[in-house]
């Protein structure tokens, strides 16, 4: 399987799409101004307790107060919540954790009353972003990732992925991360640390250790509620967690955040740092690697998959729900049972895309086709597991019921994925009519006489749909060529797979949409 990462990076965000053998699997957007809150730690302060729930609600700066439980508090929260006390007592030295003593760890089955109050200062983690209503959630168990392992402060215990198969291997791997990791600190390796030697784990453990030092010092220099620790950038983030031998390309369409990538793989791969290419076409990247046309496909409401059929896909405020439908779909063959699993089978492959695209979690419902052989019924539950072991989220899934509805739940940290693929019109705005589309051309051409000799704008690019900019393009003397003559060379136009019909859109040369309306009014 080939792996490809298509960086598209616009003026107000970051697009990030994952494609396995060119078939998009992963989707992720982050604001240019925004930032990716799992994995930040914060030095908060406790605002409320809550008994009844064994919970408090933290302050880290965000809108809404961060929910902590008793649960995520960690086994040893006492050690961090003295260390910390610590820290934040003597400004100019700060404690080791080496020669820092463990102490007792919590009972399991406390009261958070018994731990904190309101006004105290306590480390803690984004574990889940703010979903729907609710704020961020919290764990006290503060861990740093890297690509090989996850260290964790006062744990001193070594943990190896279950993903790791062979005895021989993960009994290696924890012998030798017991003889070069410091005293005070835990680990957890991670699966790609397989076959890994030592020099590659002791360089990335001695990062992670720096990196808590510095969350120490920043927690010395801090004044009240302050962000100690910020995790990688979504892009890098992804990377780090995704790359393998698999990965073939990074493709990036900016040279800033490429050069970030490029300086990343290069820490952790040098052998494969040109694997990152900047992308210079043109055209926009995602219509270049097929990625718009994928994306408005995958999302909606309906979503076809084989032969005519198709799923349907609804959230509630408590679940996922989805259908399958066997559609136009012929019924000759083998016979309905067979039709069925064939179907079926199908389905199951695009639910587990459709649920890493959307990154859809909490409890997931499915409503596959009936099937009456328990062999059959065993041989879908089978392919679900497989399918699903690629996705990095943790799930759990349960066999077919008498009903042959298929329950799953999914790790949720962050909100599902939501692209709304139906729009209003653009040229009618909904009312059912439009200007003549024989004047099209001639509006679009007093748009740029307008945007080059009035706002007096030389260098811009004008998106139009693959329909319309063939038109344009026809012909020895086309219309974009006589543009370019009247015009100037810096008049670029060039084709968007997002565009409606008849819809254009005017960017400048360091891409930002230039709104004609908006202009046009300022002149008037």
Known sequence: MNSELVVDVQSSEISIALLEDKRLVELHHEGREEQFAVGNIYLGKVKKIMPGLNAAFVDVGYEKDAFLHYLDLGSNFNTLNHFTTQVLSDRKKAPAVQKTKLLPEIDKNGAIIDLLKPGQEILVQIAKEPISTKGPRLTAEISIAGRFLVLIPFADKVSVSQKIKTEEERFRLKQLIQSIKPKGFGVIVRTVAEEKKVAELDNELKILVKRWEEAVSKVQQSKGVS????????????????????????????????????DYIELIAPERKDIVKLYKDEAPIYDSFGITKQI????GKTVSFKSGAYLIIEQTEALHVIDVNSGNRSKAGNGQEANALDVNMAAADEIARQLRLRDMGGIIVVDFI??????????????????????????NILPLSKFGLMQMTRQRVRPATHIDIEETCPTCFGTGHTKPSILFTDQIENKIDFLVN??????????????????????????????????????HVMASQKLGFLQYKFYDNKGVEINLQEEIEKVS
């Open 227 to 262: 962000l100690i620790l910020e995790e990688l950038g979504r892009t890098v983030g992804i990377i780090r967690d995704l790359f393998n031998t698999n990965f073939k390309n990074i493709h990036v369409n900016e040279a800033a955040v490429h050069t970030e990538i490029r």
């Open 296 to 299: 408005k496909s995958a999302f």
């Open 454 to 491: 009035k706002l007096n704008i030389k260098e811009f690019k004008l998106h139009l749909h693959p329909y319309v900019d063939a038109y344009i393009s026809k012909g020895f003397f086309s219309m974009k060529w006589r543009w370019k003559k009247k015009f100037g060379r810096g008049c």
């Open 370 to 395: 009936d099937m009456h052989e328990s062999e059959n019924r065993q041989k879908l539950f089978d392919r679900m597991r497989d399918v699903m072991s690629n996705d990095r989220a943790k799930h």
